[in-house]
């Protein structure tokens, strides 16, 4: 790197900067607000690992590591906290998780997670159902719900 950086002029490393500051840190940006995946108040779950949220959101699997049930729950399709959640989860972009989906509904081996809208709608049906886990984007002020992972 330091000799690529040598052999370049200034206004090549300037562009070379520039180039790297808006892509380079784009990524970054994507996942700089964190996302809290969250239950019911009422719920028996304490904590859950990355790892379990990742194979709950992708149809590997339906409960725990503990063999509890859990109901996954998402926000509207093309929604901006739901990018966020998969971008920090997966580390793809929701194009690749709504083709993900889009062949695995098609091979009817799995449905995906139930969709309920925003962050209100989210907290109400997790309310309503202490096997749901669901996500926000903003950490839940309301105490009948639970932030049980904080992703970066």
Not at 2 to 10: E, F
Not at 42 to 54: A, D, G, K, N, P
Not at 124 to 147: H, N
């Amino acid at each position: 790197m330091a000799k690529i950086y040598r052999s370049l002029s200034s206004g090549a490393t300037l562009a070379l900067f520039a180039v790297l500051c808006t892509f380079g840190l784009q990524g970054f940006a994507l996942s700089a607000e964190p996302v809290y995946v969250v239950v019911s108040a009422q719920s028996t779950i304490r904590s859950i690992s990355q790892q379990e949220v990742l194979a709950l959101y992708t149809g590997r699997a339906r409960t725990l590591t503990s063999g509890e049930v859990v109901v996954p729950l998402d926000q509207q399709r093309d929604s901006t906290a739901r990018s966020d959640f998969y971008q920090a989860l997966t580390g793809m972009d929701i194009a690749r998780i709504n083709s993900y989906w889009a062949r695995l509904h098609f091979t009817g081996q799995v449905q995906p997670p139930q969709n309920v809208g925003d962050d209100t709608a989210m907290i109400r049906r997790l309310r309503a159902d202490p096997q749901a886990v669901g996500y926000l984007t903003r950490e839940p002020q309301d105490s009948s719900v639970r932030v049980v992972l904080r992703l970066p």
